[in-house]
């Protein structure tokens, strides 16, 4: 990392970064986060009972519609065209959470780390839409990049530390 930020010209406005002159290489972003809830919610989910429909089911949908619409939620991202996107989401009941893990795929000249951050960061929302009404409690957290690869700075992989 050079420690400037791309997004601000020389006189310190907002701007798109230039893309154009890099290379087109293959580029891969895994993000994590979690929604911790009661553990009567976590019941709820895997019990298949909330009155919205199949929490895990919509979250996965919605998170995979959020990392295609990054650009337009994000000001100065590039409008991508993702060849992979996947959205797991595991109910973990002694936590009580569901853990969410992004990983979203292209071929192109920027990567996909906002997309898979997004994807989270949706389908975490979307967890709580669909349960508040039984747990406003609940709290989305932990959203992280895990990996990152492709492109000239190489690969970033996440030193987890134990607590």
């Known amino acids: 990392m050079n420690g400037k930020l791309t997004h601000f010209d020389e006189r310190g406005a907002a701007r798109m970064v230039d893309v154009g002159d890099k290379e087109v290489t293959e580029r891969i972003a895994i993000a994590e986060g979690s929604v911790h809830m009661r553990p009567e919610t976590a019941a709820i989910i895997r019990e298949g009972r909330a009155k919205k429909g199949d929490v895990l089911a919509v979250a996965r949908l919605a998170g995979i519609m959020g990392a295609k619409r990054t650009s337009d939620l994000i000001p100065l991202c590039h409008p991508l065209a993702l060849t992979s996107v996947n959205v797991e989401l595991e109910l973990d009941e002694h936590a009580p959470c569901v853990n969410i893990r992004a990983t ?44 990152k690869s492709g492109g000239k700075s190489g690969t970033y992989e996440r030193e987890e530390t134990k607590a």
């Open 104 to 147: 979203c795929k292209l071929k192109g000249r920027t990567g996909v780390e906002m997309e898979a951050l997004t994807a989270v960061s949706i389908a975490a929302l979307t967890v709580y839409d669909m349960c508040k009404a039984v747990d406003r409690d609940m709290r989305i957290g932990d959203i992280r990049l895990m990996h």
